[in-house]
């Protein structure tokens, strides 16, 4: 079956502008998650989904960073006025809607600002 | 608060030698514990988890991790090493619980495998 799906994979924007990253996540997978990856780290929590409602944005390192997932599906995170330090890899994860199960991940996608 | 400590950047074993690599965690109650893969430029992989019962967990392409809750260690372990294992591991864990809330996981910094041939 499909897995969860990242766009674009590859991103590079010019320092202020506006970026959006997109996750597809796994069919009948309630919960949704992403994850900030820098170089030479594991991931960092960000923000997580059950269904359309974000019940969890600790760990978004400013208000430049949203995340929607309007119809508990497709998810978007969007970063407002980059920063170089956003530079990353975003991961985006699905899983059922249990404590106990393993979170499936994306490829992820490399964003640079320049 | 809940962490987790890998205390080697780097392991290297030469192919068909025994494997292990370690992770050591900090949890407010009970751990629910997980290995995953990371080959380049990819996502992370699921590799196996510890919720309840056998202290010895096997998961996927041989891989197996041993839970000791005196030692709050979950080390990822395999007998006999491929070429192929190279890749970048991160063990994680989140406190176990049953009701509503964030089930996100936090993640130890890495273990960069080699299996030299």
């Known amino acids: 079956g499909a897995g969860v799906s990242q766009s674009p994979r590859y991103k590079v924007a010019k320092r202020g502008q506006d970026v959006a990253l997109r996750c597809d996540p796994i069919s009948g997978h309630v919960s949704l998650f992403w994850y900030q990856q820098a170089l030479g780290q594991g991931p960092e929590f960000l923000t997580y989904?059950?269904?359309?409602?974000?019940?969890?944005k600790s760990g978004l390192p400013s208000d430049r960073f949203f995340a929607e997932r309007p119809e508990g599906s497709v998810s978007t995170l969007k970063i407002q006025r980059t920063q170089q330090e956003d530079s990353a890899v975003y991961l985006c994860?699905?899983?059922?809607?249990?404590?106990?199960?393993?979170?499936?991940f994306g490829d992820g996608t490399r964003l640079s600002i320049l | 608060a809940q962490s987790v400590a890998q205390p080697e950047d780097q392991v290297n074993v030469a192919e068909g030698n025994p494997l292990t690599v370690k992770c050591t965690y900090s949890v407010s109650g009970n751990p629910y514990l997980f290995w995953y893969v990371q080959y380049p430029n990819r996502g992370l992989q699921f590799l196996l988890k510890?919720?309840?019962?056998?202290?010895l967990v096997k998961g996927s392409y041989g891989f197996e991790a041993e839970f000791n809750k005196s030692q709050t260690s979950f080390h990822l372990k395999k007998p006999s090493a491929l070429v192929s294992d190279s890749a970048l591991y991160f063990c994680?864990?989140?406190?176990?619980?049953?009701?509503?809330?964030?089930?996100?996981?936090?993640f130890g910094k890495g273990t960069k495998l080699s299996v030299i041939p």
């Open positions: 989904f059950q269904n359309e409602a974000q019940l969890d």
């Open positions: 510890y919720i309840t019962g056998d202290n």
């Open positions: 994680a864990v989140r406190v176990a619980y049953s009701g509503a809330g964030s089930y996100q996981l936090t």
């Open positions: 994860a699905s899983s059922f809607d249990r404590a106990n199960q393993p979170q499936h």
